[in-house]
């Protein structure tokens, strides 16, 4: 590898994007979503790597432009990315909306879809 230095973590992982309903709506009722780019060892690559810890994170996802924005999104919290591979069809979806369905005493209880693959 050169000069580079290694990284103190390498993760594998599923690359996941969760898409998450606007203003505490239901998906029916959302004028928008808001897309977030995640997976347990994407995570604590990103949780890692703010903390100045070397990772690199190495997936298989679709060679098209919503995967490609997430491996952005990696890279920019310092995540090394060179050993993601891409090709294939399927990109793992979450789908959350925040809405609350009870408030008791300053609890928050939130209804949340389940993962899904598309």
């Known amino acids: ?21 606007r203003n505490k709506m ?20 990103v949780l890692l790597s703010r903390l100045g810890i070397l990772t690199d994170y190495i997936s298989r996802i679709p060679n098209n ?9 990696l890279r920019s919290h310092g995540v090394g990315t ?11 979806l979450y789908l959350q909306s925040q809405v609350i369905l009870c408030v008791h005493q300053g609890l928050f209880m939130t209804d949340q ?3 899904m693959q598309v």
């Open 1 to 21: 590898m050169g000069n580079q230095k290694q990284p103190q973590l390498v993760a594998f992982g599923e690359l996941v994007l969760r898409l998450h309903s």
């Open 26 to 45: 239901r998906f029916l009722q959302s004028q928008g979503y808001d897309a977030y780019y995640g997976g347990s060892e994407t995570n604590v690559c």
């Open 65 to 73: 432009d919503i995967a490609i924005a997430g491996v952005q999104q």
């Open 82 to 92: 060179e050993n993601i591979i891409y090709g294939g069809d399927i990109l793992g």
């Open 113 to 115: 879809l389940h993962p």
